[in-house]
Each structure stands twice: as structure tokens, then as C-alpha cells.
């Protein structure tokens, strides 16, 4: 009977079947057992502590000091100082248990913000504010957790958010401009919207039935109201609805992809879900089977899919955008990655696709969604298409393409792409992110997994019926004539034309300012630009264990208010320092921010010359 740890010392490669150019199949093969490989997969994913102490000490219960050096000396760039320093102090007076060795992988792996100020004060808290009021050291704990969700990063809410959090506690006035969250920086909602779920939220006796509902709403508020509230029964918005959602309103999803793309959508194919990200989730969950399952992810790319694919105890592969030809990807990178990936014993199961681009605000070309879909569908990948933006398109000449309607146009060369398409309410021109609403489409996917969809989906037994209404309303506004349609369409051109404005004007302002260079935002909410800072400031990051662009992110906070997302936490090319900011605040806002941006960049610079 083979041993779990040569079970789980088993990798898979890619075998020969007749899907394109490259395998469907996999064929078992040994991977190399070296602690060095075994502790980069636990970089990786925060698994396999046995595994790697095994390979340290032969499967005995303590290392020795020897056998302590000999690893250290082939793992020593990848750990923090401290943690080196507290195992070479424990290893030079006494052996090293098992136990010992999973609480010291913890300390290795520990990411800066984890231990800022505002953690530690909510740490602090929780003695007083939780059950948890006794001080003896308790079974679940930091190194006994699931390291995954440990390691889980979500940079978008990350240290510069939490700092901005307590200054604004504090009393200083912080502008938001690090999420993309229309209506928390002054974004009208769109009276359509409120009016139909205020209506589908009272029960009809108050709302739709009562006898002075059309003095105080439109007729076509009244109707479509209505009309929801049968479609969701009798029990109302308070009850859970089918698993998939409420029928008539993935017909109403199935039509606009129908119109939208000028081919046939099943409401079958429909899940919806609490926003993208848990739909994003639903399928990683569905794709990630051990810890060499990866998942190619854009570089940059949106931190949720880092987050779930480590939380999920995944890879990431990462294939960079190409900063220079504004942010697109090629064939050759494409490949080369995966090349890479396989020779390391990974198996690449998906590809996440961003359009149009978070953080970068690129829209890709029809050709461009071509030669993605075309790579996944010749290596037997399941591709990811985030589409939350493709309302949010500005540039003059470009267009918003989906990766649906290109699979089934040249269906003859992408025959058997494997597709899951994903929409929100939180972005586009709705902005209702707490609503969180949204779907995903399943396309050409293997019906047995479809069904374990559904069993999952039936684990959290339906989405909120709330973000089910915004959905619908999000795919079906009110129609052409009738009594809401003027206002419906004068609110949604001022919100694009406002979006476009700005866009612009700050894309312009940061290009102008000596030691700042970004591309144009196409689309989406973001701006993405590249900065230089004095070589000075990169050391004195160095020595705060900070990356550059965070030292300058957070200098940006203190100084003018402005909160924005360094670039190292959605992943740069290697010596890049840039940040992501959003351009959602109101034109005034804007304005001063693109000069608060001139006159701290001139600060910091001066500061470190």
C-alpha cells in the first residue's frame, strides 16, 4: 500500500490526448522531493508542512543543527531576517521538533501587513469585544489556522487602507480613490433603479396595490415593480429564491447577452451571484483540486484572484502585460509561461482574462480576445472572462468584445473552448456595489461539472434577492417611450460623460508631471501609472521591509489625503514602482487631486534627492 507521503509526493503531468495542441489528460510522474522544491510549493500555497519537514529530517521528530544549516543554506533568500535569526539562535543550542517547525514557517512566511498598526489595534480589541476573554493559549491559533487563509492577501483594502482608515479616525479628510466604489465618492444612484427595489421590497398592499402608488412613482416603476414581484413569488424579497436565481430574471440576463452578442444564450447556462468575486470563487473552487493546480492570472491582475487562488491552496502562474504596447498580452508570452509552469510539475487548468483591464483600463481589440481564447482552447484551458467593465469604455474607436460573442463567431476555430463569463452590478454606469449583484455564464462547460456547480450554488442556497433585482434591472432598464426612459437616459450619459472627463484629465495631469508616465484609460475606473523616485527613497523602503511604491503610497496618504493602492499589490514587472488610483470622485475632487498628485510627487522626490 503506497504511503500518504508518496501519495502526496505524486505530480501529474500532461499526457498526449487529441484536444489542440496539448493534452486534456494527465499521466502520474514522481516530482523531486528536495526541501528546496518543497518549500517553494510552500511559499506557494502554505501546505505540505509534513511533507517538508519529512524531506528535512527523514521523517524523524527533531532536526538537528546540521540538518538545519544544510536547509537554510538553500532556502535563506526566500525567508524574512527575523525568522532566520530566531531558527539559527534555536538551532545552534537545541534540536528542532515538528512542532516548533510549522510555529517557525509562520513567522517565515508573514507578510507586513499582517502586523501593521491598525491590526494589531483590532487585535488588541478582540480581549474585550469577543468571547475569547481567557489568556491561555488556545488550540486554534496563528500556526495551527488554515495557513492558506493566513497567507491570503487582498491588497485593495490592504496596510494603505487601514493607515487611511485611522487618519481619517483621527480627523484628517481622506479621499477614497483606492476601490472602485462609485457611489462611497459621490455618484448619484439611478432613479430607475431605487424606485423599482423600493416598490419589489414593500409588500403590494403598500407599494405596487396602493391607491396613491402612481402619484408618487412612474407607471413603468409601477409595472416593472410588479412584474418582479410575481416572478419572485408570493414570500416576497425575504425569502431565499431557486439556487440559480430567480427564472425570469436570468431569461431577462439570457436575452441582453442574446442582443448584446447576436447569438443564443440558454438562462440554464445562468448562475447568478453575490458580485463576480463569488462566482469567481464558485469556479476556482470547482477547478482547484491540490496544490499543483494553477491558474493564469494577468500581471497586473485584480488581487481577488491572487486572494482565492491561495486561499484555495492553488498557483498562480502570471503572464505579464506588456506596459509598453499598452498593456497587451501575445501568443509568445502566453506560451512561454505555461512552458514554464508544466516544467515545474504544474498543471495550468485556467486562464483569468481582465476586459476591459483592472488596474490597467486597457480594452482589448476583437483579435486580442482571439488569440486568448485561441491559446485556451488549443491547451485545454478553462478561460475566466471578467467582464464587470464593459459598459466602462472611453477611448474613441474602441469597443468592448466579449469572449462569448468571438468563441461562437469563429466557432470553427474555437470549438472547444471552455468558457465561464462573469458581470456586475458594482461597476459599469449602476455602481451598486452593495447591492452585490451580478452572474456568471457557463459556455461549453462538461455537464457533469455544471451540475457540481449547481450542487455548490445550492450550498449557499441562492444569491441575495436584492443583488438578483439590480441584476435585472442592470440587463433590462426601462423601455423606450415610456414614462422613467428620459431621466433613465439623461442620469446614465452624465455618469459616462463625467467618467470620460475624468479619465482624461487625470490620465493627462499624471503624464505632466516630471517622473510620473501612464497610459491611457481606456476603460474600466483606474489609472495605472509608472513613477521614478530617487534611489534614496528605495533604500529607506528597504530598511522599513516595505516595498517602494508603498513607502510612497503611504507618504501620499499623510500628506495630501489621497488614498491609493501601491502597484506591488496587483503584481509589476520587476523593477516597476507605479499605484492605482481610481477617477471616481466628482471633476472638482479630481482636479485638486491631479495637483495634490504634481505637488507631493516634487515633495517626495526632493525629500530623498
Avoid at 513567522?107 to 494589531?120: C, E, I, P, V, Y
Amino acid at each position: 500500500m503506497i504511503s500518504m507521503t508518496a501519495r502526496l509526493g505524486l505530480g501529474l503531468a500532461r499526457g498526449v490526448s487529441g484536444v489542440g495542441n496539448r493534452a486534456a489528460a494527465y499521466t502520474l510522474r514522481p516530482f523531486s522531493a528536495e526541501p528546496k522544491v518543497l518549500f517553494g510549493q510552500y511559499l506557494a500555497n502554505a501546505r505540505n508542512t509534513e511533507m517538508l519537514f519529512d524531506s528535512i529530517g527523514d521523517g524523524k521528530e527533531v532536526l538537528t543543527k546540521e540538518e538545519v544549516q544544510a536547509f537554510l543554506e538553500d532556502v535563506k533568500p526566500f525567508i524574512r531576517p527575523e525568522a532566520l535569526d530566531e531558527i539559527e539562535a534555536k538551532a545552534a543550542g537545541e534540536c528542532l521538533n515538528r512542532e516548533y517547525f510549522k510555529k517557525w514557517l509562520v513567522l517565515a512566511t508573514r507578510f507586513d501587513s499582517q502586523r501593521n498598526s491598525k491590526m494589531a489595534k483590532y487585535y488588541g480589541m478582540l480581549g474585550e469585544q469577543s468571547g475569547a476573554v481567557h489568556k491561555e493559549p488556545k488550540s486554534w491559533n496563528e500556526s495551527t489556522m488554515a495557513q492558506n487563509l493566513r497567507r491570503m492577501q487582498y491588497a485593495v483594502r490592504g496596510q494603505v487602507v487601514m493607515k487611511a482608515e485611522t487618519l481619517m479616525a483621527e480627523g484628517k479628510e481622506i479621499i477614497f480613490t483606492n476601490i472602485g466604489n462609485p457611489h462611497s465618492v459621490g455618484q448619484k444612484p439611478i432613479t430607475f433603479y431605487r424606485q423599482v427595489l423600493a416598490l419589489c421590497d414593500l409588500p403590494p398592499q403598500y407599494g405596487v396595490d396602493h391607491p396613491e402608488a402612481s402619484k408618487m412613482f412612474p407607471a413603468d416603476v409601477i409595472a416593472r415593480a410588479r412584474e418582479m414581484q410575481d416572478a419572485i413569488g408570493g414570500s416576497g424579497t425575504g425569502a431565499y429564491t431557486g439556487s440559480q436565481g430567480v427564472l425570469k430574471f436570468r431569461q431577462d440576463i439570457a436575452s441582453f447577452i442574446e442582443a448584446r452578442d447576436g447569438q443564443p444564450c440558454l438562462p440554464g447556462n445562468i448562475f447568478m451571484t453575490n458580485g463576480a468575486s463569488s462566482g469567481i470563487q464558485a469556479i476556482l473552487t470547482g477547478l482547484i483540486a491540490d496544490m499543483n493546480d494553477a491558474v493564469m492570472i494577468p500581471i497586473p491582475q485584480y488581487p481577488i484572484y491572487s486572494a482565492l487562488i491561495a486561499l484555495l491552496g492553488g498557483r498562480q502562474v502570471g503572464y505579464e502585460l506588456d506596459e509598453s504596447k499598452g498593456w497587451s498580452v501575445s501568443t509568445e508570452t502566453l506560451k512561454a509561461q505555461l512552458d514554464k509552469a508544466e516544467a515545474e510539475g504544474l498543471r495550468v487548468k485556467a486562464l483569468a482574462m481582465i476586459n476591459p483591464g483592472n488596474p490597467t483600463g486597457q480594452v482589448l481589440s476583437e483579435e486580442d480576445v482571439f488569440t486568448i481564447c485561441k491559446f485556451c482552447c488549443a491547451n485545454g484551458i478553462v478561460l475566466l472572462s471578467d467582464e464587470v467593465y464593459q459598459r466602462n469604455v472611453y477611448a474613441p474607436g474602441k469597443q468592448f468584445h466579449s469572449a462569448k460573442k468571438v468563441a461562437m463567431e469563429r466557432e470553427s476555430e474555437l470549438r472547444n473552448l471552455q468558457l465561464v463569463s462573469f458581470h456586475s452590478t458594482s461597476k459599469g454606469l449602476i455602481g451598486e456595489c452593495g447591492r452585490r449583484g451580478g452572474y456568471m455564464e457557463l459556455y461549453n462547460i462538461d455537464t457533469f461539472v455544471q451540475t457540481q456547480i449547481y450542487k455548490l450554488a445550492s450550498a449557499g442556497l441562492c444569491s441575495g434577492v436584492n443583488g438578483q433585482i439590480m441584476t435585472s434591472l442592470m440587463v433590462k432598464g426601462p423601455e423606450e417611450g415610456g414614462e422613467s426612459f428620459d431621466l433613465f437616459t439623461k442620469e446614465e450619459s452624465e455618469i459616462m460623460e463625467s467618467m470620460k472627463r475624468k479619465a482624461k484629465m487625470l490620465v493627462k495631469g499624471l503624464n505632466e508631471i516630471d517622473g510620473i508616465d501612464c497610459e491611457d484609460a481606456e476603460g474600466a475606473m483606474y489609472a495605472f501609472p509608472r513613477i521614478q523616485i530617487p534611489q534614496k527613497a528605495i533604500d529607506a523602503a528597504r530598511k522599513k521591509k516595505q516595498s517602494p511604491d508603498t513607502l510612497y503610497a503611504i507618504s501620499l496618504l499623510e500628506d495630501t489625503g489621497l488614498c491609493v493602492v501601491p502597484a506591488s499589490g496587483f503584481g509589476q514587472a520587476d523593477g516597476r514602482i507605479g499605484f492605482r488610483t481610481t477617477f471616481l470622485p466628482p471633476d472638482d475632487v479630481m482636479e485638486g487631486a491631479v495637483e495634490d498628485f504634481k505637488r507631493h510627487h516634487e515633495k517626495f522626490c526632493e525629500q530623498y534627492a
